[in-house]
């Protein structure tokens, strides 16, 4: 990819950014989803077409699109996001991502206290002990640290620091975690009328509702009254160059501010991560976006019987030898050029967890792969799926 630019979204109105199910009276104003990497990629992409004057051509159905050869120029420019921001002033943010994989919430049978509990590959196991159908070769997930308890409800977004921090094997305790992170977003519930489109005016007895997230400024309890202080936008990487401009993301033609800011220095490669993955001998990578793999969970640049390839832009071969993740999220949307919704597909949800040991290869080819894609198609690369970080991992 180019050089990197940074994009903050501040919205305007409440955001709508759905699911491919259709839309009608019985939709489920619970189908609202985190938006896609192809959200933020199509915005970059319109704005790019709006702002560099690309020509319009008469298309299908009588509309209006780019050619053919404009199409695969847009196509070109590569996107990383959208990532949810928590605003300050001065355009200071602070980034936030989906939850790791390998880590729980539960409640201490004996202490009362909520605690954070790491998942990780267990390899000291007999055959006695181990009951499932996991693929050959791959290792169980076990809490790193036995506590009798329940799973309890905790934040689903964290700072993007404390989840590095966690990955490289800091420990956090949950009342931080808890004040830090986020555990739902905010969402603004509509109802609506029907229209009848002979006379423009609403039908009687048929109302349904919308769900959109609300990113302003949120009104506390009307018995405390004022307002939270917390706010937030997403952010936008891409080689495009853009000015700041109004824009529409997601559904409902809803307005934000987008502004270009400087690259946040989270994003930069650790500079002890080549030294640590070759002293530890093994890695990890952790899904920052959703990722598109050819084979389900299994990514196709490693083969399905040795469960070993080279990871993508390095010349590192490497073993699988765990992963933990939670269900797929399903993909699509709607194609601009086409006219027609995008056929679905199965994702690796944002959070996943990958460990690998390291086999050969130039370690030095880690910081290539630091925040870059995965996914297995260079499309869905440039589109953002698949985003990593990654940490060092020691085999025990």
């Known amino acids: 990819m180019k050089q990197e630019k940074s994009y903050l979204i501040r919205p305007l109105s409440p955001l709508v950014f759905r699911s491919a199910k259709p839309f009608g009276s019985l939709s489920d104003i619970s189908d609202i989803i985190f938006p896609l990497p192809s959200s933020g990629a199509g915005l970059i992409r319109t704005q790019t077409l709006l ?32 990532f949810l921001v928590e605003l300050g002033i001065d355009n200071s943010f602070t980034i936030l991502v989906h939850k790791p994989a390998n880590a729980i919430y539960l409640k201490n049978k004996e202490s009362g206290n909520i605690e954070l509990i790491r998942l990780a590959p267990t390899q000291n196991l007999g055959s006695e002990q181990v009951g499932s159908d996991l693929p050959a070769g791959l290792l169980p997930v076990m809490m790193t640290k036995n506590i009798k308890g329940k799973p309890q409800p ?92 109004h824009v529409r993301f997601g559904g409902e033609s809803r307005l934000s501010e987008m502004q270009s800011v400087a690259m946040p220095q989270d994003l930069t490669v650790p500079q002890s991560l080549v030294a640590e993955i070759e002293q530890a001998k ?14 389900g969970y299994l990514p196709a640049w490693l083969e399905e019987d040795s469960l070993t390839g080279i990871l993508p832009q390095t010349t590192i071969k490497v073993r699988l030898k765990a992963c933990a993740m939670d269900r797929w999220l399903p993909v699509s949307g709607w194609d601009l050029h086409q006219k027609k919704p995008k056929a679905m597909r199965k994702a690796v949800a944002s959070g996943a967890v990958y460990w690998f040991e390291v086999l050969e290869g130039d370690i030095s080819s880690i910081t290539n792969l630091y925040f870059s894609s995965v996914s297995d198609q260079m499309q869905d690369q440039k589109d953002g799926f698949g985003i990593v970080v990654v940490a060092p991992w020691s085999i025990q």
């Open 154 to 245: 905790g934040p689903n977004l964290w700072p993007l620091k404390m989840a590095i921090h966690w990955q490289n094997g800091g420990d956090i305790k949950f009342e931080e975690l808890n004040r830090e992170g986020i555990q739902s977003l905010p969402v603004d519930v509509r109802t609506h009328v029907a229209i009848d489109n002979s006379t423009h005016a609403g039908i009687e007895g048929q109302l349904f509702q919308s769900a959109s997230y609300d990113f302003g400024a949120i009104r506390k309890d009307i018995k405390v009254g004022g307002w939270h202080d917390r706010s937030y936008g997403f952010l936008l990487l891409s080689d495009a160059s853009l000015h700041n401009n």
């Open 51 to 82: 702002q560099k004057g690309y020509q319009l051509v008469q298309g299908k159905a009588k509309s209006l699109t780019v050619t053919e050869e404009d199409q695969k120029n847009l196509l070109e420019i590569g996107h990383k996001g959208p």
């Open 282 to 295: 093994g890695l990890q990578l952790t899904l920052l976006t959703p990722a598109i793999f050819s084979n």
